[in-house]
């Protein structure tokens, strides 16, 4: 069994940064450097988008346009841990982030072919 688990999420001030991490536990211990990995974000009454990917190696990323001035993600495969660090944070930005991973072969900027899903963490922007 193939568990995501999302942390790093709280409230904080428009401005601020906040690094959210996501650790893949179970079964896939010594596969994690196999799958792509996805950020995902659903605001209340939105349809949820992706935010950002990255390939099992780390060497290549997406990110989307909407917050890839201010977004970055990257993988520590010794840890199982996927970061996704968030600068300048904005209150549109106030969401449930959720992480998933789906194998290689999958185009990285796609939402197909996503597998598992940790259970999301909540970052409010204040103004």
């Known amino acids: 069994q193939v568990q995501l688990s999302e942390s790093g999420g709280g409230l904080v001030q428009a401005g601020d940064s906040l690094r959210l991490s996501c650790v893949v536990s179970?079964?896939?211990?010594?596969?994690?450097?196999?799958?792509?990995v996805g950020w995902f974000r659903q605001a209340p009454g939105k349809e949820r988008e992706i935010v950002a990917a990255?390939?099992?190696?780390?060497?290549?990323?997406y990110v989307n346009d909407s917050v890839k001035d201010r977004f970055t993600i990257s993988r520590d495969n010794a840890k199982n841990t996927v970061y996704l660090q968030m600068n300048s944070l904005k209150p549109e930005d106030t969401a449930v982030y959720y992480c998933?991973?789906?194998?290689?072969?999958?185009?990285?900027?796609?939402?197909?072919?996503?597998?598992?899903w940790g259970q999301g963490t909540q970052v409010t922007v204040s103004s």
């Open positions: 998933a991973k789906k194998p290689i072969g999958f185009a990285l900027r796609t939402t197909t072919g996503y597998e598992s």
């Open positions: 990255i390939t099992s190696t780390g060497r290549t990323t």
């Open positions: 179970g079964r896939t211990l010594q596969t994690f450097g196999t799958y792509i």
